[in-house]
């Protein structure tokens, strides 16, 4: 199946600083990458919907200023979580969708996470 | 109402039991249905799609009712490694292609 990389894998990090995490598709073109959050014992969130070449689509709730997505090429999307604080500490995860082709699912790959702790 | 609600458990079963997952999705326009599996701590692995007719992938059913817009998933003979929170996940694809997650239900199989 299709892959999906993520890096760092987990980080820790002082508050104030910036944060950059990588999602990259290894054998596969990614038009669409999506950011997901989670806290403990919580669902995924999604926080936004990356297109290649354009900018991301953020949902409600979600400063577009403090997470900057960057999705310059087919298989890499970053996130940028800026000015840290101990409430980012979070599992960022992304997931990757092929160019859609006629009859496909919309099966997203997901990459397998990064741990962030802010403190 | 949250857009997509699971009983969060956990469920306690002995090796060898058949447990069922429901799940319930606010939105009627939902158009494609998933279960996914998440271990402890790792992103989630994709188990299984569901399709309006119901599906079976070994041990594992999978079960739609769009009008009462209800899923199920059913696990017979519960192996040990099937211990993991399994999440509904619908999309709803006039919002994208975002994939909207249910919190899980966590199943632990005990020996």
């Known amino acids: 199946g299709a892959v999906v990389s993520q890096h760092p894998s987990w980080v820790i990090c002082k508050s104030g600083t910036s944060v950059k995490i990588e999602c990259r598709s290894l054998?596969?073109?990614?038009?669409?990458m999506f950011w997901y959050r989670q806290f403990p014992k919580q669902s995924l969130m999604l926080m936004a919907t990356s297109n290649e070449g354009s900018k991301a689509t953020y949902e409600q709730g979600v400063e577009k200023d403090k997470f900057l997505i960057n999705h310059a090429s087919l298989t890499l999307s970053t996130l940028t979580v800026t000015s840290a604080h101990p409430e980012d500490s979070s599992f960022y995860i992304c997931s990757a969708r092929e160019t859609p082709k006629p009859g496909t699912s919309y099966e997203q790959y997901f990459g397998p996470g990064t741990r962030l702790t802010v403190t | 109402r949250k857009e997509v609600e699971q009983d969060p458990g956990p469920f306690n079963v002995p090796e060898g039991a058949t447990v069922a997952f429901n799940c319930t999705y606010s939105n009627s326009a939902s158009q494609s249905f998933f279960w996914y599996r998440q271990d402890c701590r790792k992103e989630p692995k994709l188990l299984m799609s569901v399709y309006s007719s119901g599906n079976e992938d070994g041990r594992f059913t999978a079960q739609l009712n769009r009008a009462s817009q209800y899923i199920s998933l059913l696990i017979r003979d519960s192996k040990l490694s099937d211990s993991a929170t399994y999440l509904c996940?619908?999309?709803?694809?006039?919002?994208?292609?975002?994939?909207?997650f249910g919190k899980g239900t966590t199943l632990s199989v005990s020996s």
């Open positions: 054998d596969f073109q990614a038009t669409t």
């Open positions: 996940v619908v999309n709803i694809r006039q919002a994208g292609t975002a994939l909207i």
